[in-house]
T-cell receptor, first 109, second 118 residues
């Protein structure tokens, strides 16, 4: 079957760094997306990895290891507005995104 | 670029009535559009995938006669919830993707529609 495993909830302090891990199993693989979703809103795109390694984009970086079925999202210099759910979504062989429940990140002052 | 709109953003309807939700790609032509449903604190659930001019492909367990999807053009898809019941109350989100963007089949999400059936 296909599944995603992410921590349900994480708490971090404003200004700090947090790493959200994701392990996945899919039928085929065509890359992995990270989305941010604030409560009551639709997801917004953060990053896309299709090759192994680290992709850096401002305060956010995403890492992928295809052989391990593992990815992480790294958020630096945390701000209060980063409080949201972070969704790890690998794409299977049919180019369909597989969604987990996401990780709710709580930022404290 | 890559903006997707949805209308309405919120709708309240009575049980037994039908509700239509529109999804538009504003600045690009969407090869494929997706309809999701999300209940509170749960993951996005894909309901159906539609390509312009062809019938939608529904996920297992989604009633195609209840959730009518029309993808009439490369910029517009509609979802009609027929004979709505309170259990249909949910957050409905559409997304659109462009297949000719190389490896990236990124989905651009609309802002969502909050449906409440009373």
């Amino acid at each position: 079957g296909q599944n995603i495993d992410q921590p349900t909830e994480m708490t971090a302090t404003e200004g700090a760094i947090v790493q959200i891990n994701c392990t996945y199993q899919t039928s085929g693989f065509n890359g992995l997306f990270w989305y941010q979703q604030h409560a009551g809103e639709a997801p917004t795109f953060l990053s896309y990895n299709v090759l192994d390694g680290l992709e850096e984009k401002g305060r956010f970086s995403s890492f992928l290891s295809r052989s391990k079925g593992y990815s992480y999202l790294l958020l630096k210099e945390l701000q209060m507005k980063d409080s949201a759910s972070y969704l790890c979504a690998p794409m299977d062989s049919n180019y369909q995104l597989i969604w987990g429940a996401g990780t709710k990140l709580i930022i404290k002052p | 670029g890559a903006v997707v709109s949805q209308h309405p953003s919120r709708v309240i309807c009575k049980s037994g009535t039908s509700v239509k939700i529109e999804c538009r790609s504003l600045d690009f032509q969407a090869t494929t559009m997706f309809w999701y449903r999300q209940f509170p604190k749960q993951s996005l659930m894909l309901m159906a995938t539609s390509n312009e001019g062809s019938k939608a492909t529904y996920e297992q367990g989604v009633e195609k006669d209840k959730f009518l999807i029309n993808h009439a053009s490369l910029t517009l898809s509609t979802l009609t919830v027929t004979s709505a019941h309170p259990e249909d109350s949910s957050f409905y989100i559409c997304s659109a993707s462009v297949a000719d963007r190389g490896f990236s089949y990124e989905q651009y999400f609309g802002p969502g529609t909050r449906l409440t059936v009373t």
